[in-house]
């Protein structure tokens, strides 16, 4: 789907440290050049890897990368055909290293493939590629270098910014907006209807029509197979800067707020509104028609009830401050021998107060 | 992919008024006509909102709605260039007008997508529209008025009952048979293999064959990529009016009672049965080989590992009669200080009798 | 989408005796041919099913079965125009039954259709069948008789080994490997980005590309709209024989030892290595960067925040020792009565302790 520029020479060990304004420590000279990331432990030759975490001295000891990034103030040499480059932060240069791959990897071309399928009334910037069997409905507005992989569908009047990714298989609802420089993974749903039903005297339910729509921001990251309802009126918004992983359920008119981040399998209910730079880690559910202050975050497979109005960490279903999460945690590994040993003291107690039948 | 019919001039209150059974409050003169719906709080100008709850009504007195309903015995008043309408019951009348604005929205047209690869064997009506990138398998019925928006697979042998919607990117697997007036969210699987494996002695896997299949009764709806397997034999049922949301698992053989919810991100293992009228929340576990009665409602992250032969509530992991599980929370939340103090009042009585040496 | 074959005149039950090494248990002049498997309860005229569990005595005495495969040890005779064939494992018996139907099945003709995009850099077997709307990448290679139902998408790079079945729908993202005599679920999103990201001073974050890949060893099962992403840089692994259910969330690098089973709704965090014959229940959640030794069971609904280094059970959340987790369990069923009950005991022992007053 795209051409092939998978062949490059590398990069050596010196233009690296002045790329990431680091020092070599080693001899270079029978150091080859530096074609992949890898991580320490399965590093080998022609592969960079880092280390930032002194729990791993042992396996930065073994690695067999031909270079590894380490902090300025590690200390360790480099074994034969290898160096190591100190730099400040050796996780963001290492990130860095990424980007600069990633850089080299074919994009696919602007375009507009013949198996897709675009409504005469849509607008695709010239910049934009569409890729085979993509389905575009009616007034969808594509900005410059978009990507569509293969097979996904937008609705009618859907419009995506400039420089987003939509990988293949998403499929967007009617209506739906979605910011620049976002990437929507493999799969996602934006757009389907909200679950809201009026409830018939006789248990039967009628469907609540849902015309409202959702409205992405820029910078904004959508997990694969991930879901996002519609409104029932008005905007489900999906915050500036919002990362959400895989396998995540949003409903409808939920609100969450820039920079925040949700993790795989978290469901947030109905209506409910989530602040700025908060975290919920995975598995977590949150109930409807609650708020989540700013900077809360809600640890793994625990369930909000209620609001959180304080930033600070939370853990537990129902979720509770994380100290007093952990103060529970500790007393209920210990609790059938806890009541055992009260038992038996309030038995010995008994006994040794018993009035003495003499 | 449709029709634009997104101009329309609105309605007047007094219109409404009158399909509602209403009663108007406000002078109506400088009152601009009905376009939207909007949820009260983010309301203005040309839009409908309602109110049904005594904890809105700061929000009631300040929204900018061109138009509120509000119950009959509310007595509130309208801001200038707005009205009230007086109605039985306010959710109703919104969702009645949720349905008119509904109504106008393009329809698919009726046919056949000239990319769509439908099968000489399938039948199809003439009223139905498939869309772009639909593959219709061998022996295919697909009825009256039914959609199959685009990138929808069905295999061989599936028949989509009249009136049901079926969104993009569904796959429906051999011989599913899918009722009518149902609708179908995004990206749902229907008629996977179910997850039965032999074990061998080694500890390797053999797959137990799923020849069984998916019966979806009329007037349901399934959430976006929610998964519903095929049976080993036989057949997993969806019972008519069932309500099911996103990202939900129902395993092999389920069989699932009329008028009964799932919400998102709950899994029913296989073989299980759930009566009618059972309403399972979020993130709820239910194991295989058990019976839930009708009536029945779990809450939300609750895990049911033991048949639930009578209606009420539960919650918990495992799930207990909601007013004990209420009881154990109340009772966890407390327990560090309750244990502290225990512990402290043994000591003190234990001082208190510890025979004197004198 | 394949040639029918439904119409066959059936088995008889001396044949199928034959087969499965059994012995006949009644009269079989009228009885006629068997046509399908089906559930013990569920079976009619024509149909086979199985009796193994005398838990299910009472069902076996009401089946109507034509055929009921039962243990050599069971002295129950058959109904009118019906019979049971006594074998060793009366499961196995009845899977080897299924399997005889499966065959029977048709089965996707070789050959790419029509609408099929196949990048002319690929390389497809001639005995692959290839069907409608799919998309296959630059350099991918398609082993003998695989089969990628509709719709499915391979970015650039995939290979797909000998017999295995990608159902419609699938997504694998670029550089997957995936063995041979696997069978990949619907919907299932293989090779997606894994969630990592640096997170800024001012609270955003950027996107750590994600160029390592996910492979996929032989006989492998991955279940309907699950999501394995692919690793930041070396491999996200699934290791022979896997067995992975429907939902379930692998993050990026994440390793995962042969023939081990993981049910529907499970998330395992990322770089999170998982042992061999390993069982995770349903909707398990396993933090990243741990070990789960193998032979681990971890029952549903568990949290696992700390590596298990023995084989075993575990439970809860967080998960501990099955039989601890058991103990737990009890006592917190009866929790709110006993603390009560240990108050009362403190009362009267604080009444008959107290020092009078004279």
Chains 1, 2, 3 share one sequence.
Not at 135 to 145: F, K, M, Y
Not at 254 to 276: C, F, K, L, P, Y
Request: with cysteine.
């Amino acid at each position: 789907m795209a051409k092939n520029s998978d062949t490059h020479s590398g990069w050596t060990i010196s233009d690296l440290a002045v790329r990431f304004g680091g020092e070599v420590v080693g001899i270079l000279e029978d150091v080859p050049p530096i074609l992949r990331p890898a991580p320490l432990d399965e590093a080998g030759i022609g592969d960079i890897a880092f280390y930032a975490d002194k729990r791993y001295t042992a396996v930065l000891a073994a690695t067999r990368a031909t270079c590894t990034l380490i902090p300025r103030d590690c200390t360790f040499e480099p074994a034969a055909c290898a160096a190591f480059i100190k730099v400040d932060d050796p996780h963001r240069a290492f990130v860095r290293f990424l980007g600069m791959v990633d850089e080299l990897r074919p994009k696919p071309a602007a375009g507009i493939h013949q198996t897709a399928v675009i409504d005469h009334t849509a607008v695709v910037a010239s910049t934009a590629a569409i890729m085979a069997g993509c389905v575009v409905g009616a007034r969808c507005v594509i900005g410059e270098n978009v990507v569509l992989y293969p097979n996904v569908t937008l609705y009618d009047n859907v419009s995506v910014g400039a420089n987003t990714i939509v990988h293949a298989g998403v499929i967007c609802g009617t209506q739906t907006e979605i910011g620049e420089r976002c990437t929507i993974q493999p799969g996602a749903v934006i757009g389907s209807d909200g679950f809201g039903f009026v409830e018939n005297s006789d248990g039967s339910y009628d469907k609540i029509p849902h015309i409202g729509r959702v409205v992405i921001d820029n910078d904004v990251e959508i997990g694969a197979n991930t879901t996002i309802d519609r409104s029932v009126a008005g905007i489900t918004r999906i915050g500036r800067g919002v990362k959400i992983d895989n396998l995540v359920q949003i409903a409808h008119n939920v609100r969450i707020g820039e920079d925040t981040a949700v993790v795989a399998q978290t469901g947030i209910a109905g209506s409910t509104v989530i602040g700025r730079r908060v975290r919920l880690a995975g598995q977590v559910g949150i109930v409807g028609h609650i708020s989540i202050a700013d900077g809360v975050v809600v640890l793994a497979q625990s369930g909000v009830s209620k609001s959180l109005s304080e930033a600070g960490m939370y853990l537990g279903s129902p979720a509770q401050p994380h100290g007093n999460a952990l103060r529970l945690t500790a007393v209920l590994r210990n609790l059938p021998d806890a009541l055992a040993e009260i038992r038996n003291e309030l038995h010995e107690l008994h006994e040794r107060t018993e009035p003495k039948s003499v």
